[in-house]
């Protein structure tokens, strides 16, 4: 039951963040091949880079039909880009749902390979951001991470969200479903509401 | 006599891949230690990726004289690159042909360490796209990668040539030839006759 | 004893490189979440690189610490950017120590496990300079690594000189303090005397 829940947010992140490098290769008016390596770049980047660290195969290359998904995305986003009215929109939100699923999911995968929980929180991050950081530099788009509204934060607040439910010894599929609801919450409402948090401001008469 | 065939792609394609990074710095006016770097950095840093994924010991942490190699060629070119009567034109030939030698090479170094070809297609590309991506990145040049000529998909054709070819069991040296001259052949002509794949392009009307 | 030695050099590494990391997020007004997020990702960054290649388990998944020190100075940072005359050359100084702290601590932990001098030599710089190179790519500052004055020479200087101190039998100690004294002092002379190595010149009438 369990292995079932995480298979599907693994899943569900790779498409959403596949979709996204796909969008953004339409944006680009890139070929076919410049879409399925954004595709892919996009979809299995951040996982890549959290299986890299955390010192397990890599999750596709043990389950390449990850690969085959990013390569259908592509394809189907190939010929129906047109039909959103605002892709630049559609990245943003798919964007958050993405976030969301991987920070989760990259906090699990940690916890269960037996990290604490400071290093599980920052896996899920890194898994949750580091795909959306190869994108907009391939894509040559400005940084999602430098983004005014709260980004980070919102992977934060889902990572740890699971991490402290799963340590009260709430169920899997509770925890995980809390804090992804959590995850793309807080991003969500940054993204309608336009919130951000405080910014450093540079202090008149010095120098930067 | 099999692995000498390998060695000898990997060597080849160190040697080019490294020439072009050295050639970037000579056009960035760099020093020689910006030589050097840009010439490692290019040369080993597509196989360094496939090999982390791959889960094998990074080549060139096995094998140092790589790094050596790379650092001679960094040093041979700060001397002559004025020959050439267009740097640029000889950087986009020499990275065609390091392009087709390390999809074979990674393509070939996956299926000996057991991947599935489709996970084997995916680290041949890596390998071969990987280089020219962080020598761009390094040396503020246009990406390789986005350019309006066929570029990945040479590096897919020759590491799928190489898969197929090595699965309807012709011998190793003459599926590696092949592949590399199919690979070459493709980003040759794509370069000769300025072709390119069609573009995904916005209709008239669509916000992007 | 020597383990302390080595404990401290990271640490300091670590510290330094967060505080670059953090000051440049001040530059670009960030939030708290940003001066963490470049505090986090210069200060372990090269040493995570390091690690992968070299095929040991991370060092900020074997001590998370690392990770709240690096939080910590972008909170210390967030309030106190405002202290230094200019933020910039602060950025440049401390970014100088933890070159030449990292060159060393990547050559030796390299030598300690068991890799040649050539290896040795090239993970201790890859280790001192990618933290760099990430802090300047997510900051969209210019490359320190491609700055006019001597840079990556200066990692080179320590991590060669440890090497071969630590070849010719000097106490481990003895040895760390030289080589890193004269990475440091290699680069600061750089900067204080605007020293640089001769560049490649392109001839007349040549096209690049």
Not at 34 to 50: E, H, N
Not at 68 to 85: E, G
Not at 149 to 168: K, N, P, Q, R
Request: charged share 15%; hydrophobic share 60%; with cysteine.
């Amino acid at each position: 039951m369990f292995d079932t829940a995480t298979a599907i947010l693994d899943l569900l992140g790779v498409v959403v963040f596949a979709t996204t490098g796909a969008l953004v290769a339409s944006r680009k008016e890139m070929d076919i091949v410049g879409f399925a390596l954004l595709a892919l770049a996009t979809g299995v980047g951040g996982g890549t880079l959290r299986d890299l660290i955390l010192d397990v195969p890599v999750f596709w290359v043990t389950s390449p039909s990850y690969l085959l998904i990013c390569i259908a995305v592509a394809i189907v986003v190939f010929f129906t880009a047109h039909v959103p009215q605002s892709r630049y929109r559609l990245v943003l939100w798919l964007d958050a749902a993405g976030l969301a699923l991987f920070a989760v999911a990259g906090t699990e995968k940690a916890l269960l390979a037996g990290t604490g929980p400071v290093v599980a929180v920052a896996l899920g991050i890194i898994g949750a951001t580091f795909g959306g950081i190869i994108r907009d530099v391939l894509g040559h788009e400005p940084s999602v991470i430098l983004t005014r509204e709260i980004y980070v934060t919102a992977a934060l607040a889902g990572a740890v969200a699971f991490a402290l439910l799963d340590a009260a010894g709430l169920s899997r599929e509770g925890a995980v479903l809390a804090a992804v609801a959590l995850g793309f919450a807080v991003r969500g409402a940054a993204l309608y509401w336009g919130l951000s948090l405080p910014r450093y401001r540079s202090r008149p008469g010095t120098k930067v």
